[in-house]
Nanobody
Framework: QVQLVESGGGLVQAGDSLRLSCVTS????????MGWFRQAAGKERDFVAG????????RYQDSVKGRFTIFRANAKNTLYLQMNTLKPEDTAIYYC??????????????????WGQGTRVTVSS
């Protein structure tokens, strides 16, 4: 049984930092591309960042480039998202996801087979 469990969300002020974690089980993490998505209230789920199986290739949504960093520790079965200089518009539920489809774009949510339950991030101004 595959499980992805996010943690690290919370309530912070604008300009603060948070590190999200996604612990996986039931799969060999190095076999999967990984991604972070987020969904703000009343909006669709959006791509935030993606990372290749070995961590060499990363992709980001334009609005988080230079502020967020995605990285992974395959030996620990864990994916991370370091978020710096947070803004109120970053407020959302953040989801990690795993994909074994290597031909689609990292930003394509339909390419991800497994999803976590999400962790809430709230950034106050």
């Amino acid at each position: 049984q595959v499980q992805l469990v996010e943690s690290g969300g919370g309530l912070v002020q604008a300009g603060d930092s948070l590190r999200l974690s996604c612990v996986t089980s039931g799969l060999t993490l190095s076999d999967f591309r990984m991604g972070w998505f987020r969904q703000a209230a009343g909006k669709e789920r959006d791509f935030v960042a993606g990372i290749s199986r070995n961590g060499v290739i990363t992709r980001y949504q334009d609005s988080v480039k230079g502020r967020f960093t995605i990285f992974r520790a395959n030996a620990k079965n864990t994916l991370y998202l370091q978020m710096n200089t947070l803004k109120p518009e970053d407020t959302a539920i953040y989801y990690c996801a795993a994909s074994s489809n290597y031909s689609r774009a990292y930003s394509d949510p339909s390419s991800y087979a497994y999803w976590g339950q999400g962790t809430r991030v709230t950034v106050s101004s």
